[in-house]
């Protein structure tokens, strides 16, 4: 295998591990806000169904955080076979957010055993509630200083290189460079959106099977709420994240926008189709929107492709993937804000099966919008992996087994992916809300539906 061919494997690789790991680490980021939320309302309200919401995502919860770990050690295992060098460069600087990610999850893990075991144990339903937020703090740290390792790849510093070795490493600096808000901020934020919006499509899709339990209703109404409020954070926080790409990374920007020569006023182009000559057609132009986008002045210049090398300039169909994540989050939004508004003047619709199908569709259509997100932030560095001093190609294993990889991996994500939705199945179907609400009159004496 030539080194071609490694860099290619590798790449492949990593992107399918990402992608699948991805699915685990955002619903095992923003469920345990969920899981505290749902049992903080049960509490305030003296309402049984939220605690028993709570309750039985808490049970999903563990499954996919097992699943989680796997992947995660794989992508950890993965940096030093696949990216050898990379790691070897910059090792040092991002060893100390590797660590404190690996520590969050720990910590995380602890409480969430105890928190499990201990459930029914307090008689105060408010000091069991208080080992949730370690559980939750844990969760959403171990995606901040994931993602402080992805930005430093995005934005280095922290270091100087002398005769090709990194001397001067401040490791802090490393960790809190220009990249670091934006991005820690947009994979927290939509990660809660995306769990939100996930559990929601899960309780509109049990009341269109039948079950038209008033648990479910609780559970969608809760969801969506949470869903919209998070959705608005996104869609600002993508807008910081616009202008920081203007400053920092503007040929991400200029690519993600096909906006090729340099110009004030510069439009936004929505989806369209790009010739062989770059001619865009079939396109929606916002006339001063991206300089608006870059720097709220709709009058500002915004640099262009024309400005970089042709061999530095990111993949055009990023453009398709920016627009697609940005499409998908500007439609939950709307579906959210409309289901809410519905619920509150007492529109019918909202409640009717077509309607219900659109919430069930949101769920994965939130999950394709966080893939189409990181292929995004991926791709659109290429092609370095570290930007400005080292490229993906000379990164790379020359190794002549990574296709052999590839293959044994892909076989572990199917197994792990069909084995967590049987295993979820399974443990759903067999304890039923309306069996474990008869459980828990009969355990308490008092009725609870």
């Known amino acids: 295998m030539g080194n071609e061919e490694a860099v290619f494997f590798s790449r492949v690789l990593t992107e399918t591990t990402l992608s699948f790991h991805i699915i685990y680490a955002t ?59 990379f790691m070897e460069l910059a090792g040092n600087v991002i060893a100390l957010p590797l660590f404190m990610e690996t520590f969050a999850f720990f910590f995380e893990a602890i409480f969430l055993g105890i928190y499990l075991y201990t459930w029914d144990r307090f008689e105060n339903q408010k000091k069991h509630l208080l080992l949730l937020i370690p559980v939750a703090l844990g969760a959403a740290f171990s995606a901040v ?29 490393a960790m809190f460079n220009p990249a670091m808000p934006t991005k820690v901020a947009h994979v927290v934020v939509t990660a809660f959106m995306t ?27 809760l969801t969506m709420k949470v869903g919209f409020i998070f959705s608005i954070g996104a869609a600002i926080i993508g807008d910081f994240s ?27 182009i929505l989806m369209g189709v790009l010739t062989e000559d770059n001619e865009v057609k079939y396109a929606l132009k916002i006339p001063y929107g991206l300089s608006i986008l870059a720097a709220n002045n ?46 509150w003047r007492g529109w019918k619709f909202v409640a009717s099966k077509w309607f219900r199908w659109l919430i069930v569709l949101g769920g994965p259509l939130t999950m394709l919008a966080i893939e189409f997100g990181w292929w995004f932030a991926e791709v659109g560095r290429q092609p370095w992996i570290l930007r400005d001093i080292m490229k993906v190609s000379d990164a790379a294993t020359t190794s002549g087994q990574v296709d052999s990889m590839l293959i044994l991996f892909c076989l572990l994500y199917f197994v792990l992916g069909v084995g967590s939705i049987v295993v979820l199945r399974r443990m759903f179907r067999r304890n039923p809300v309306e069996k474990e609400l008869e459980d828990r009159h009969a355990l308490k004496g008092r009725d609870v539906r």
């Open 27 to 85: 619903i095992g980021v923003g469920v345990p806000l969920m899981i505290m939320i749902a049992q903080w309302v049960g509490i305030r309200k003296n309402d049984e169904h939220y605690i028993l919401l709570a309750r039985r995502w808490a049970r999903g919860f563990v499954i996919t955080v097992a699943v989680g770990v796997v992947t995660g050690t794989a992508i950890g295992l993965q940096l030093s076979l696949l990216w050898p060098n």
């Open 145 to 173: 200083f994931i993602t402080i390792v992805n930005a430093f790849m995005n934005a280095p510093r922290g270091f100087d290189i002398l005769n090709g070795e990194l001397v001067n490493i401040s490791p802090l600096l």
């Open 195 to 221: 769990a939100a919006f996930v559990l929601a499509a899960i309780a509109a899709f049990r009341l269109l099977r039948g079950s038209d339990h008033v648990y479910h209703k609780k559970a969608l109404f």
């Open 242 to 268: 616009g202008k920081y790409l203007a400053e920092y990374q503007p040929e991400k920007l200029a690519a993600a926008e096909w906006h090729f020569e340099t110009t004030d006023k510069a439009e936004l």
């Open 298 to 343: 709709p009058f500002a210049e915004v640099t262009g492709l024309d400005q970089f090398p042709e061999d530095e300039v990111p993949p055009l169909y990023i453009h398709y993937l920016f627009n697609l994540m940005v499409f998908i989050g500007m439609w939950m939004s709307l579906l959210s804000a409309v289901f809410l508004l519905g619920q």
